[in-house]
């Protein structure tokens, strides 16, 4: 059981980071590094969503 919690844990830090970057990214008008930079991370959160939290989503459905 607390395997699942883990997996929770880590999914909401995940969306947490994932909206953070998001946040960043929206403000990098002036800053074509900062535009950069956060492109690759939410490149790299997807990853992270694809490896945890679409496993999240598939144990809920049980």
Do not use: C, W, Y
């Not at 995940?14 to 535009?35: C, G, W, Y």
């Amino acid at each position: 059981m607390s395997h699942r919690t883990d997996l929770k844990e880590i999914d909401t830090k995940i969306r947490s980071l994932k909206k953070t970057v998001h946040e960043l990214n929206q403000m990098s008008d002036h800053f074509p590094a900062l535009a950069r930079n956060t492109s690759r991370i939410l490149a790299s959160i997807r990853m992270l969503e694809i490896n945890i939290t679409d496993i999240v989503g598939l144990d809920g459905q049980d």
